[in-house]
């Protein structure tokens, strides 16, 4: 195939569905002669925070001077965003080459592998063939049954737990911690937020099973001293072996400083056989030079346009702190485009408790909210709503509406995020 084709064959497995479990991802992969046993691995669950976390830790890694593998979902504007080596997205060349090996044994062998499937045997194949000493596996969805858990996790990192694909995960944060807690693997080491008693305690058990040592933000390694100024912020991460005073990461919010004090905690393993200089100058270095679009990024001033993947009332939530602990502003108008099996009234709830106004939107997506159920939710709030179909018209909207000290919030949904992202950088929003 070559990459036009590519595209074609991932974007028509997307009907496939999702499909949780490892009989196929094991098929594939012990055809492919299991390259993701052949690299070690920082492999990262939860339900919100594992991106960030991920790039984070890549981050510190490269650094730290080892040659990485990354892989994230779901991606923003270009499927390559997904499989990076040294933060470069794989090449289209090296993409189509990569998935034709692999839909070669799909074929061969009658595998009926999923999009997600077969782009997690896509990024083992190639990591392991250009060579990658890390890799750095987000989870899709859950931990235990996601395809990506048949990797080599020295560690894993299990970042903030609250209810979100309940119909396949659980009803419960136990029943998602248990599912989360999936990836810890025998002779590993365990890295895990602070979520509350009964959620660290599965975790604590899952990883006593498995023979694991773990570490607990909050419990086994600290953050202090958080402090703000423009688009950084500033904290000291205390661990048991070491401490690193005013640490900076270029992303805004606290559950940002949570998930990079993960990141250090689960680099600080990695990187255990080196010397203390060399982890101190890579934590410092590969924290301060991230970069992860579609979190709380500014795109555009006066007004201030910001973008977020907030998706579930947990990360909303956290959002909503943020803005208002970060902007100042005369009034926020909220462009709002989500997900119909995401907790929609407690999302509504929230967005109404500090939006002055809210323009209710829809991605080209399948699953995309009913605007007008959103729009009744969303009365109760008592707040100016629109609905406003096309994403890039809400756009317009709002910035015409807004002057010079207001500010414009895109969320809902990476995939909302992704379309306003496109429009503004195809200039269209100005």
């Keep these: 195939m070559n990459y036009e084709q590519t595209l074609v064959y991932l974007n028509d497995l997307i009907r496939s569905g999702i499909k949780l479990g490892l009989e196929n991802t094991t098929r ?33 890694l490269r650094s730290a001077g080892y040659r990485t593998g990354l892989y994230t979902s779901p991606h923003l504007l270009d499927y390559r965003e997904r499989i990076q080596i040294d933060r470069q997205q794989i090449s289209p ?28 045997a896509i990024s083992f194949l190639h990591f392991y063939q250009s060579g990658c000493e ?30 979100d694909h309940e119909s396949s995960l659980g009803h419960s944060p136990i029943d998602i911690a248990g599912e989360k807690a999936g990836i810890i693997k025998p002779g590993g080491t365990v890295i895990a937020g602070n979520n509350g008693k009964e959620v ?53 919010g606290e559950f940002q400083v949570q998930n990079a004090a993960l990141a250090v905690a689960a680099a ?36 201030v346009v910001l973008l977020d993947c907030a998706h579930n009332p947990d990360s909303v939530k956290k959002l909503a702190t943020a803005v208002q602990e970060h902007f100042q502003y005369d009034r926020c108008r909220v ?9 929609l009234p407690q999302v ?44 890039q018209y809400a756009l317009h909207t709002a910035k015409n509406r807004s002057g010079p000290r207001d500010l414009i919030l895109v969320t809902g949904s990476v995939f909302t995020v992704a379309e306003a992202k496109q429009s503004i950088e195809s200039q269209e929003f100005h």
């Design 28 to 60: 594939l992969l012990d055809a492919l002669g299991n390259p993701q046993l052949k690299v070690p691995t920082v492999h990262i669950a939860g339900t919100n925070g594992k991106g960030s976390t991920a790039v984070f830790t890549e981050s510190i």
């Design 93 to 120: 060349e090296q993409l189509a080459r990569t998935a034709t090996q692999v839909a070669e044994v799909c074929l061969r062998d009658k595998i009926q592998a999923t999009f997600f499937e077969v782009g997690t």
């Design 134 to 163: 890390w890799n750095v596996i987000e989870v899709g969805m859950g931990g235990r049954l996601d395809s990506t858990n048949l990797c080599r996790a020295e560690v894993s990192v299990i970042t903030s737990i609250s209810l």
């Design 200 to 252: 660290c305690q599965v975790i604590e058990s899952r990883a006593h099973e498995a023979g694991c040592p773990t570490a607990f933000l909050g419990r086994d390694f600290k953050v202090r001293g958080r402090s703000w100024s423009g688009d950084s912020q500033t904290f000291d991460w205390i661990g048991t072996k070491r401490s690193f005073d005013q640490l900076e990461i270029p992303l805004l």
């Design 268 to 303: 600080e393993q990695a990187l255990e056989v080196q010397d203390s200089s060399l982890i101190e100058n890579a934590v410092r270095l590969g924290l301060k030079q991230v970069h992860w679009p579609g979190r709380m990024e500014v795109v555009s001033r006066d007004p």
């Design 335 to 343: 462009i709002l485009g989500i997900m119909q099996d995401k907790d």
């Design 348 to 391: 509504a709830e929230i967005i109404g408790s500090f939006a002055d106004e809210v323009l209710i939107t829809r991605p080209r997506m399948e699953r995309s909210a009913d605007t007008h159920n959103l729009f009744k939710l969303l009365q109760i709030s008592h707040k100016v709503i629109e609905i406003i179909e096309e994403i």
